[in-house]
T-cell receptor, first 113, second 114 residues
Framework: ELKVEQNPLFLSMQEGKNYTIYCNYSTTSDRLYWYRQDPGKSLESLFV?????AVKQEGRLMASLDTKARLSTLHITAAVHDLSATYFC?????????????FGKGTKLSVKP | ETGVTQSPTHLIKTRGQQVTLRCSSQ?????VSWYQQALGQGPQFIFQYYREEENGRGNFPPRFSGLQFPNYSSELNVNALELDDSALYLC?????????????FGSGTRLTVV
């Protein structure tokens, strides 16, 4: 069974600090997705990582993918309050079926002044 | 370009009833997937439709069923509602080039079963 594990599940940060969220998955996958979800809202696509060694950055967020280690990281630089949300990573399910994403449980990030 | 739209936004049903949720996919997207997200959890894959055929299913009982129409819009039907069906239901659309652009999610339908 394909599993996606994120840690930490809860993260309380001070503004201006750096931190990393980790996403491990249990089988080979060439694609990894990061999403942001605000309370009561839908999922906003942040990054799509398509190959080993892929690194993408948007503002204070940077995501990377190591397919050999089956590990992706989401690094937060100089956190601000607006980054408070729940962050999910996901991989494509077995068989490469379109739309069959397997999600982690999410990391709830709270950035405090 | 329109995004993914879902209706209704909120719904309250009684245990044992049936419900239909609707999703209009993003322009140019021919694949629709449905997810169930319980409170405090990650989304769980229910099933997907491609060219009006079911093309993959997660670990959900047969009382969860769906349709896709020629315009690629989709419905999720749930029969014999149970209290545990209370969740946010999300649909996502994608195109054959999904690998580069990922999936676009709708705003969801919040279903409460009482």
């Amino acid at each position: 069974e394909l599993k996606v594990e994120q840690n930490p599940l809860f993260l309380s940060m001070q503004e201006g600090k750096n931190y990393t969220i980790y996403c491990n998955y249990s089988t080979t996958s060439d694609r990894l997705y990061w999403y942001r979800q605000d309370p009561g809202k839908s999922l906003e696509s942040l990054f799509v990582l398509l190959s080993n060694g892929a690194v993408k950055q948007e503002g204070r967020l940077m995501a990377s993918l190591d397919t050999k280690a089956r590990l992706s990281t989401l690094h937060i630089t100089a956190a601000v309050h607006d980054l408070s949300a729940t962050y999910f990573c996901a991989v494509d399910g077995y068989g490469g079926s379109q739309g069959n994403l397997i999600f982690g449980k999410g990391t709830k990030l709270s950035v405090k002044p | 370009e329109t995004g993914v739209t879902q209706s209704p936004t909120h719904l309250i049903k009684t245990r044992g009833q049936q419900v239909t949720l609707r999703c209009s996919s993003q322009s140019g997207h021919n694949t629709v997937s449905w997810y169930q997200q319980a409170l405090g959890q990650g989304p769980q894959f229910i099933f997907q439709y491609y060219r009006e055929e079911e093309n993959g299913r997660g670990n959900f009982p047969p009382r969860f069923s769906g349709l896709q129409f020629p315009n690629y819009s989709s419905e999720l039907n749930v029969n014999a509602l149970e209290l545990d069906d209370s969740a946010l239901y999300l649909c996502a659309s994608s195109s054959p080039a999904k690998g580069a652009y990922g999936y676009t999610f709708g705003s969801g339908t919040r279903l409460t079963v009482v």
